[in-house]
């Protein structure tokens, strides 16, 4: 299974953006798929999740209101729609796939940089 996102870029503050992320593989029904962001100097954080058949997604609370994150699974894809960006939100943005059955797997994607200027 690989990961690859797009999407990100530069954008001013208040501007929207939609990142994307597409998986490969034979084999591709995670229990569960997330963004994370990590900024310079700082730790990766998670900035959301969605569980298994999309049925249940979570949000940090720095992002709650102003980011969605969905999936299609016809296409085996994950978005974040994220609106309202603040220069905070600046960060490598990752996606996570997680499955803990067989066929196991635990991947990230290479990253897409998101730049929110003031």
């Known amino acids: 299974v690989q990961l690859v996102e797009s999407g990100g870029g530069l954008v001013q503050a208040g501007d929207s953006l939609r990142l994307s992320c597409a998986a490969s593989?034979?084999?591709?029904?995670?229990?569960?798929m997330g963004w994370y962001r990590q900024a310079p100097g700082k730790q990766r954080e998670l900035v959301a999740t969605?569980?298994?058949?999309?049925?249940?997604?979570n949000y940090a609370d720095s992002v709650k209101g102003r980011f969605t994150l969905s999936r299609d699974n016809a296409k085996n894809t994950m978005y974040l729609q994220m609106n309202s960006l603040k220069p905070e939100d600046t960060a490598v943005y990752y996606c996570?796939?997680?499955?803990?059955?067989?066929?196991?797997?635990?991947?990230w994607g290479q990253g897409t940089q998101v730049t929110v200027s003031s």
């Open positions: 996570h796939a997680k499955r803990v059955t067989w066929p196991k797997y635990d991947v």
């Open positions: 593989g034979s084999t591709f029904s995670p229990d569960a």
């Open positions: 969605i569980t298994s058949g999309g049925g249940s997604t």
